[in-house]
């Protein structure tokens, strides 16, 4: 499907993230497409409160439960998903691309892995007898190249992993 794609009323050009949601029984507001798109722009897996800070800057009303309920709405149909490392606040992203990610533990920064031979990993054999894998993730957890350069003069706090 292509933007130059008519609606059915023939008038307008249909979005087609607008597309996606509809076809995946979401009701498509304006604002569920703001988080929707704040997030596809973010490469940094925001947490819920700095998604609310980039929206707000298009809708100024919108209140930070609203986004709570899209990013919910979002991840329900697989457009987002949270990526729950352990941190205070749960993180998200918008890219659909399996993959796996690095954790630092002293600034929380987390990046995108992408690994295919990460992609492969089997359960053990035991294991995979008596559970059905659906999806993994592999969190790598450490310092990033900035939080490194301060590690001698900064101990690192020490991380509880939850
Ligand atoms: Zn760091
Ligand atoms: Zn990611």
Known sequence: MTTLEKGVAGKRPIDP????L???????TAQRLGVLQVLKASHIHPTAEAVHRQVRK???KISLNTV???????????ETSEVWIGHDAARFEANSVPHDHAVCVRCKKIAD?????????KMPRG?????????HRVDFFGLCKTC?????????RSYRGT
Do not use: C, Q, W
């Open 113 to 121: 892995v992408h690994d295919p031979a990460l992609r492969r990993l």
């Open 58 to 60: 298009r809708f100024p």
């Open 17 to 20: 993230l607008a597309a996606r």
């Open 148 to 156: 490194r350069v301060g590690r001698r003069r900064n101990k690192p």
């Open 68 to 78: 709570y309920l899209n990013l919910e709405a979002l991840t329900r149909v697989g």
């Open 22 to 28: 509809r076809n995946a029984g979401l009701r498509v």
């Open 127 to 135: 294991f995979a007898m008596k559970f059905d894998v659906i999806s």
